[in-house]
Every structure is written in structure tokens, then in C-alpha cells.
């Protein structure tokens, strides 16, 4: 066990005027198992990678441990798998890489196998592996679950679960309660760090965010009724002080000027004394709500289909250069279904996502959709993205303004409207597609894992668009919480 000091960490990027962190000061146990939690564009990789050295800072951060970063970078996806894990970890043994292999369920060939030719989940699983390799290292692990299967998933979310010493870069809640017992998260306003899973965290902060919320409201009625006494009682206190000037009154009798002088200090006081509670309650009001994260509730335009029946699939199978990567696959969409199509990585659902949009795909089998029918998809690869949201917007066919409104209700700050997509981070790049589906208007949403690298505060908005406003849903995604919560049928493959 030992100490991660970060004191007065400040940070900003080179042309940046916005600080990602200021005077930041925590500490770290190097036994811990945190999750590390933020929305997207909030600093969670930056973080690991100033752990690194990657980046010139002020402040300190000391440690007595060694870093290791996931995921690793492959140059040449050419080579064949266990060359790559060479790379990284020079002085392997060859049992302990088979050990690793077996615990994570994926056969010994794939180390003969060029890299390149490994599905998304595969390449994760051989570089996870490499990582477990390394011991006496301080693991930062960003979005190790991206293009894991629920299978793959549990495995690793177990066996992160019996080590310790990691930050772990995760969205996935179910993932997160297995194994983590600590949780640092990025605020709007902070850092903190908490004791408990994702689940405790996420109680703790409804819990804070509804008494400040309480707090606030109770605080306004008082700023409103103090701010009208003070006005009252100044306003007493200037006229009082108006009787002193003048003559005699009705009776003859001269005003008592000490006598009047007197109340209206006291009238005065009162008013200053109330325009003190006043501000104090003012200052209290300022702390409050500082992490409250907006979560505007989102919309979606789906039209209804003339037939109750979208498409139909009956003994599908799919083939690429006379390999079949899914056989006999059979069901229907109907109008209202929100289907999931579950399976391991490679087994063919992004092929069945793909056959349904229209793509030229080699098949066999009885293949049906509807005539005219409008389908919204979000692709798993956001690499294509580029240009500016404007240009994105005109050549989607979609309108720019109500585009624009979905995203900065995804949390996403005006400055990055001015940005390349290409320089978005890998969380905001999925918003942007799921953002222009949102502005779509169809009778059948398609969407190929649109959660990777988005943040939960998100996936809960999502939950939340899709359970209230109920359009047909064919989807492949690997978080257990959000597929249980939104799904109405399950195809598993």
C-alpha cells in the first residue's frame, strides 16, 4: 500500500483559455479499485494521461508506483497477435499469457492470427490480457468494456474484481458495482472521492442534489421575504426620520428630534441587520447546486408505419468470401417492439443491423421489410466524422437548430460547436449521431452499440427518451442496465 498525491493540480490545453482542472488536491490509495466517473469532455482520460507525464502541468502529483495505461496502441495491425504482446510485455511467460487467454475465454489461435484479423471484442480481450501481465504496476484502464460482449464483460468486470490497484474509465453501472470499491468523480464544480460502487455513489448524489435543490428553493422564499423587509423597514425608517424637519404639530407641541433620531437608528439597524441575514443567505445559496448536472428531458419524432409488421427475418444466414458469420436467424419487427439482439462478439448482429439498412450483403434465407419504410441508423464506427456540426447538419438533410439543442442537452459546451468533429472526443462523436437519429423522423430506429464511450448521466436521459416516447428499436448494446431496462424482446444469436 502507498500514496497517489495530487496537490494543486491545474491544467489546461495549449490554446485554451477554459482550465480542465484548477487547484485540484486529493489523494489516492494505490490499493484501491476506483471507477473513475465523469460526462464526456470533462477530463477522465486527460487525468490518466497527466498521471503519465503526457502533459505539462502545474501542481505536483508523487507517486511510489508505476503507471500502466489501457488501452495500448498498436501500430502494425499486421502482426500476428503474439508478436503485439510481446511488444508489451517483453519478458511474458507463455503460461501465464495461456492462463490469461483462458480466463478471459478466448482460444490460444488467435496469437497466430495477424491482429487486424481479430473482431473489436477480440483485439480487446488479447490487449487486456497483455495488461494482466504486467504486476507491480498502478493500472489506468480507460473504457476497457467498449466492444465486449456481456459475456466478455462479466469476465472482465470479475477478474478486475479480484485484483486491486486500478482506476477503471467505465459508463457501464452494472460492470462498475462488480468490481470497484472506491469512485472518483469529475464535477462540475470539483473532484471527490467516495467509499462504495456505482450504485452507493449514485444514491448519495440524488440524495445531496435533492436537499440542495430543497435548500435552494427554501432559500429563495427567504432572500425574497428578507430583501422585502429590508425595503419595508428602510423605507419606516426614512420617513421617521422625515417627522424631525418641521414645525409644531396640531396640538402645538415641537417633535422630540432625540426621541425621533433614536427610532429611526433603531428602524436602521433593523434594516441593516436584515439586509446582513440577507446576504448571508445569498452567500449559502451560492454553494448550493454547484454539481447539479442538467439532464433536460430529450424527444423523438417516430411515425407510425401503415402495417403493424416492419420486417421479417426466417432463417437468415450471412456469409463474407463463403464464411458464414451467422446462420438461421428468424424474427419479426413489429410496430412498438424494442428489440435487443444479443450474442458474442463476431457472431454476425452488426451484419443483421447492416442487411436490415439496406446494405449489400451476401445471404441466405427469407428477407422482408416493408415498402417505404424510413429507418434511422446509428453505426458502431464514428471514425468517418469530420467537418464542422453546421455542415453535418445540411448534409444529414437534418435541422441544424433542433440538432444543436439535442447535443447541448447531452451536455455538450457551446465551444466545441466551433471545433472539427474529428478533435471531439470518442463519447462526443457517438452524441453526434445520436443527436442526428433524434432529429430523424422514422418508422424503425436501427442503432449499433450507441452507448460506447457515452457517459451514464446520458444513458439515463436516453433510458428515459426511449421508455417515454416508445418508437420501434432494433439495437445490439452490451450494457446489461440499459438493454434489461429498454428492451421489450430479446433475439439472442
Known sequence: MSLI??????FAYEGSYDNIFENVSFQIDSDWKLGLIGRNGRGKTTFLKLLLGKYEYSGTITAS????????????????????????????????LKRELNILQISEDILYRPFYTLSNGEQTKLLLAALFLK??????IDEPTNHLDLTGRQLVSDYLKAKKGFILVSHDRAFLDNCIDHVLSINKANIEIQKGNFSSWWRNKEMQDNY????????????????????????????????KIGGRDASGVKPDKGYIGHKAAKMTAR???IEKRRQAALEEKAKLLQNLEQ?????????????NKL???????IFYDDRCVCSEISFTIEQGDRIALCGSNGCGKSSILKLICGEEIQYTGFFKKGSKLKISYVPQDTSFLQGNLTDFAFEAGIDESLFKTILRKLDFPRIQFAKDISEFSAGQKKKVLIAKSLCEQAHLYVWDEPLNYIDVLSRIQIEELLLEYRPTLLFVEHDRTFSENIATKTINM
Open 271 to 273: 434594516a441593516k441587520a
Open 295 to 307: 439532464a433536460d428531458n430529450l424527444k423523438i419524432a417516430p411515425i407510425p408505419y401503415h402495417t
Open 212 to 243: 440542495e435543490l430543497a435548500e435552494d428553493k427554501k432559500l429563495r422564499k427567504d432572500i425574497k421575504r428578507l430583501t422585502s423587509a429590508t425595503r419595508e423597514v428602510s423605507s419606516w425608517a426614512a420617513k421617521i426620520e422625515k417627522t
Open 311 to 317: 420486417a421479417e427475418l426466417k432463417d437468415v444466414s
Open 65 to 96: 508506483v508505476d503507471f500502466e495505461y489501457f488501452p495500448y496502441e498498436v501500430a502494425d495491425k499486421q502482426s500476428f497477435s503474439i508478436d503485439i504482446v510481446e511488444s508489451i510485455c517483453p519478458d511474458f511467460q507463455q503460461w501465464e
Open 135 to 140: 504486476e507491480n504496476n498502478f493500472l489506468l
Open 5 to 10: 498525491n495530487i496537490s494543486n493540480l491545474t
